[in-house]
């Protein structure tokens, strides 16, 4: 929808040719299915909603994709409705716990108690009853159990099917899709995305009739600003200077960047940085501001209509300034320069930008959870309140009774205290590391519109519905697991979709924050474009492999890969592989007619250059080798007592021995203290190189170092015996250990090779570095040529070729046979490992049959499946603490030593390595299962407390799965019981 005028008001003749289409429609679907079910709305539905269930009504299944809050659930509550009406059954799928519990409560407000079933890894209520709600992980494992709840399923909504590009949880959204049963309707609600019709076409292939329904219109205006120093400018404009929506109704397709964007920001990078009395304030840029017209002035906040607001800010343009500096004497501290000139405003004084324009509630997305602590820090320094007393008192009334479910000592590692304060201010912080109960107060506050501010990450754009009048974004970087990447377009439209409520608020605003060379052209770019494709993360999983194949035989098993999504989108890009082969091969040959020299053969002379280099990284690599042997020798020759200084590596830092064991396997291992008062475990591939004994530490008796207290006082006199010795580690090490000395100036090989490239006659030519980087073009892309060919000749049947790989890998670890025909079944082991569902299957299958994890309590095999289910954070880098239990430590061992076995198997057969177990977390897990309160568990460990109860909800599940298993069956129930307690088992249980 385009209109060509941002005036709220239709025109008589737009309303009546309104008015005469909804009559049509009403005509269109007198006694039918639909006209019972819109009788429930006060409203008439969109366009695109009544289309999408016209579709279902006509028996096909649909794709709808529309924006974040466009309504696209009506389409799946309408597919409950029409299965009830059919008497048949239908489930409600939801790719994440928490909405499968939204979705359950919405569903039983509306339907009843007893007609709603709830069905997640550690949830199950009325699973038969004629509407469910599960995960999709549920569902997935029904079909390969071929549950008899499958019996009478008519309709199948899958919420959020863009999770199907997720790495972890996308490969089940696909196996759903392949092995529901041909007669089960699809209704399958996604965010939009830019290749719709591609995954359309994919569903009509494997589901057969389905219709694609797709709506770029959002339903609530948007407006875009930017804030750059203390001015608040739209971010488009039409010719006249005045300010457009960008997106829904009254959009404006003649929009332009606002010319005082391009003004200021030149204007910033050419002012100096301001130093003496004025340093304080924002360097005096002219104030003009570029919101004309839409918000309400400061003061007025929360208790003014918008329309009413429209025009303060023109009227206070003139005496702006004069206020402005007035605020600037006052304040102190700040955020970053701007060029060289404006002060980027902090982050209170966002906040009380945002209120002064009605722009509150509000969602500042910061893509760091210290960010977001750090924020709301800020703020209660600055005093920033954006309550009343009557929302204190209800919001008191709201703490005082979500919050009476934490114990009293667990109260100050959740940091209740502070968080109760910044809540009856207004304000607060939502990220994957709180408390899972802080968070969803949070979300109770925040929709009741008693909490006026969110400080959050990137993952609250992501299923949760909790819609803000604006949302600021602090940045247009963060951090994607691997390096600070800039934003895309689709996670642009992902996070600004949650400004602006429908029925709530007439318009939403989406506001950037201009940092350090900003560029409003760009920022444009980026919220004028809808690239959000869809790409799939389906792989074939040794799981999936043995289920296949105890359904179907393994022709049957091979086509159904082959059915993926994954395979139909590798199928479509061998044509465009074929035009960047024939661009690459007409690349190649300039740049070799570009690399010719007259005075010898240049691809002979880089050879040789190339052969030096590879020779240079093998001594190297041999002078590593020997310092990790003198590591190995150092470790054993330390005595209890020694003071070390430990080079780089994730135990860089300053240590104390306390015991060395000389005889593990793999080791030695080492046992040490830090000046934190940790305990950690050493051993050679843990330091690049030996470590320095610089001192010597009496100790207290072994048997007293189990006491947090004597561990302290410990540290504390390692600390003042490190007193003159260098604050940096690494030049301890270097002044008393060393490396080992380079053989690269004495090696016969480097020095013969040397010799050659000096005496070639291309050696001694003026333009050779000119000719070498031709050459270099050229090898690399002849590099680049042969990748394009391997993936052409991998992408045909490709994933079909990675399941026969990993068949032939389950065949010679005993969990297929043979059986007549070339026939592939699962063997007694295999079936077992259809049971496990885990990223680590293989891994986890092979350490029950080697007996790896039998002979624990109920801890130790609980902190032995953390480590089977973790994976930290490439962030992170957080160093495993030692657990004081040698079957758990035995356990830990044996499986790194499985894992390493089943790397070197999957290696042989071209699979993708298995990642080894990863006890970052155990020992937490292990003092918790052993009865530890919640703060005491964590003591000692940087682990947010979100990210425990979520991991704790892992382990549960995986124990969860081995409580079959005849020797560890009874184990696995008691190690449950263990972590399921206390705060991990209320949110476990909500």
């Given at each position: 929808m385009n209109p060509t005028s941002s005036s709220d008001t239709p025109s008589p003749a737009q309303q009546y040719a309104r008015w005469a289409a909804e009559r049509r429609e009403q005509k269109a679907i007198e006694g039918t299915e639909l006209a019972a079910f819109t009788a429930r709305y006060p409203f008439a539905l969109d366009e695109f909603q009544l289309a999408s269930c016209r579709v279902l009504e006509q028996g096909r299944s649909v794709l709808v994709a529309a924006p974040t809050g466009a309504g696209k659930t009506v389409v799946g509550e309408f597919a409950v409705h029409l299965?009830?009406?059919?008497?048949?059954?239908?489930?409600?799928?939801?790719?994440?716990?928490?909405?499968?519990?939204?979705?359950?409560?919405?569903?039983?407000e509306w339907l009843g108690a007893e007609r709603v079933g709830l069905l997640t890894g550690d949830t199950s209520v009325r699973p038969d009853a004629d509407v469910v709600v599960m995960t999709t992980e549920v569902l997935r494992n029904m079909l390969y159990a071929d549950s008899s709840l499958l019996d009478g399923l008519g309709f199948v909504v899958m919420d959020e099917v863009h999770y199907?590009?997720?790495?972890?949880?996308?490969?089940?959204?696909?196996?759903?899709?392949?092995?529901?049963?041909?007669?089960?309707?699809?209704?399958?609600?996604?965010a939009t995305v830019s290749n719709a019709e591609e995954f359309g076409a994919w569903l009509q292939e494997v589901r057969g009739s389905t219709e694609?329904?797709?709506?770029?219109?959002?339903?609530?205006?948007?407006?875009?600003?930017?804030?750059?120093?203390?001015?608040?400018?739209?971010?488009?404009?039409?010719d006249s200077g005045d300010p457009v929506i960008s997106h829904g109704p009254g959009a404006r397709s003649d929009r332009q960047v606002n010319p005082e964007l391009h003004r200021l920001t030149a204007l910033a990078t050419q002012l100096p940085e301001r130093h003496g009395p004025d340093r304080g304030r924002r360097g005096g840029l002219p104030s003009r501001r570029g919101t004309r017209g839409r918000h309400r002035p400061r003061g007025s906040a929360q208790r003014r209509p918008e329309r009413e607001a429209r025009h303060d800010l023109d009227r206070r343009d003139h005496d702006h300034r004069g206020s402005r500096d007035h605020r600037d004497d006052r304040r102190s501290g700040g955020g970053g320069r701007i060029g060289g000139g404006q002060r980027s405003l902090r982050r209170p004084e966002v906040l009380a930008l945002l209120d002064q324009h009605a722009l509150l509630p509000a969602i500042m997305f910061i893509f760091s959870r210290a960010g977001c602590e750090a924020a709301v820090r800020q703020c209660a320094q600055s005093r920033v309140r954006l309550t009343s007393e009557q929302e204190r008192r209800e919001i008191r009334a709201v703490l005082d009774e979500e919050l009476s479910l934490i114990p009293y000592e667990d109260a100050e590692i959740l940091g209740v205290a502070a968080f109760r304060r910044a809540a009856l201010d207004g304000y607060a912080c939502h990220h994957a590391g709180m408390l899972p109960l802080l968070k969803t107060v949070v979300e109770h506050l925040f929709e009741r519109g008693l909490v006026k501010a969110v400080f959050a990450t990137e993952t609250l754009a992501l299923g949760i519905n909790m819609p803000a009048r604006s949302v600021v974004l602090e940045k247009l970087v963060k951090f994607n697991g691997v390096e600070h990447a800039d934003l895309t377009p689709g996670e642009y439209t992902q996070l600004t979709g949650r400004a602006g409520r429908r029925g709530i608020d007439t318009e939403g605003h989406a506001v950037v924050m201009a940092g350090p060379r900003f560029d409003a052209d760009a920022v444009a770019s980026l919220a004028s474009r809808r690239t959000y494709p869809l790409r799939s993360a389906f792989r074939p999983t040794a799981n999936m492999a043995?289920?296949?194949?105890?359904?179907?035989?393994?022709?049957?098993?091979?086509?159904t890969l082959e059915t993926s999504f994954a395979q139909f989108q590798a199928d479509r890009s061998v044509v465009g592989l074929a035009r960047r082969a024939r661009e690459l091969e007409e690349t190649a040959e300039s740049y070799r007619q570009a690399m010719e020299c007259d005075r010898g053969d240049l691809v002979e002379y880089a050879d040789i250059r190339e052969r030096m280099s590879e020779r240079e990284k093998s001594l190297s690599r041999a002078r590593a080798g020997a310092d990790r042997d003198r590591t190995r020798s150092t470790l054993r020759s330390l005595q209890r007592g020694d003071v070390l200084a430990l080079p780089g590596g994730k135990r860089r830092g300053y240590a104390?021995?306390?015991?060395?064991?000389?005889?593990?396997?793999?080791?030695?291992?080492?046992?040490?203290?830090?000046?934190?008062?940790?305990?950690?475990?050493?051993?050679?591939?843990?330091?690049?190189?030996?470590?320095?004994?610089?001192?010597?530490?009496?100790l207290p008796r072994p048997e007293k170092l189990g006491s947090g207290k004597v561990r302290k006082d410990t540290a504390a006199a390692l600390r003042q015996r490190l007193a003159g010795h260098d604050d940096d580690p690494r030049r301890e090490v270097r002044r008393k250990a060393g490396?080992?000395?380079?053989?690269?100036?004495?090696?016969?090989?480097?020095?013969?090779?040397?010799?050659?490239?000096?005496?070639?006659?291309?050696?001694?030519?003026?333009?050779?570095?000119?000719?070498?980087?031709?050459?270099?073009?050229?090898?690399?892309?002849?590099?680049?040529?042969?990748?394009?060919?391997?993936?052409?000749e991998g992408r045909t049947s490709s994933l079909a070729k990675q399941f026969d790989l990993l068949t032939g890998l389950l065949e010679e670890l005993g969990?297929?046979?043979?059986?007549?025909?070339?026939?592939l079944e699962p063997t007694e082991r295999g079936l077992r490992l259809r049971r496990i569902f885990s990223d680590r299957d293989l891994l986890i299958a092979e350490c029950l049959e080697h007996g790896a994890w039998e002979g624990l309590d109920a801890a130790g095999l609980a902190a032995v499946v953390s480590a089977a289910v973790h994976e930290t954070r490439r962030d992170e880098g957080r160093a495993p603490e030692l657990i004081d239990d040698p079957a758990v430590e035995a356990a830990l061992i044996a499986s790194g030593e499985i894992a390493a076995q089943l790397q070197a198997a999957e290696s042989r057969h071209g699979v993708d390595a298995t990642p080894p177990p990863d006890p970052a977390v155990a020992a937490v897990v292990h003092r918790w299962a052993r009865g530890m309160h919640f703060a005491a568990a964590l003591e000692g460990s940087d682990l947010p407390p979100g990210d425990f109860v979520r991991h704790c909800r892992q382990v549960v599940d995986l124990l969860d799965q081995l409580t079959p298993d005849e020797r560890l069956g009874a184990t696995a129930r008691a190690a449950i019981a263990a972590v399921r307690r206390g705060l991990v088992a209320q949110e476990i249980d909500r």
């Open positions: 299965a009830l009406a059919q008497g048949r059954k239908v489930f409600y799928t939801a790719p994440i716990k928490a909405l499968s519990n939204q979705k359950h409560a919405e569903l039983t199907l590009a997720d790495r972890l949880r996308g490969p089940v959204w696909e196996e759903v899709i392949i092995h529901l049963a041909p007669s089960v309707q699809l209704v399958a609600l996604s694609i329904v797709v709506s770029e219109t959002r339903p609530v205006p948007l407006w875009q600003h930017v804030i750059i120093g203390d001015q608040m400018l739209d971010l488009f404009v039409d043995v289920n296949l194949l105890d359904r179907f035989d393994l022709a049957r098993a091979r086509e104390v021995v306390l015991h060395v064991d000389r005889e593990v396997l793999g080791g030695p291992q080492v046992q040490v203290l830090d000046t934190e008062a940790r305990l950690r475990s050493i051993r050679p591939g843990d330091l690049p190189s030996p470590p320095a004994v610089i001192d010597s530490l009496r490396r080992t000395p380079s053989t690269a100036a004495t090696d016969e090989t480097l020095i013969a090779l040397r010799d050659q490239l000096a005496a070639h006659p291309c050696a001694d030519c003026p333009e050779l570095e000119s000719h070498l980087r031709w050459v270099n073009r050229w090898r690399s892309t002849r590099r680049d040529l042969a990748g394009v060919y391997r993936r052409i969990y297929l046979t043979r059986a007549g025909e070339g026939e």
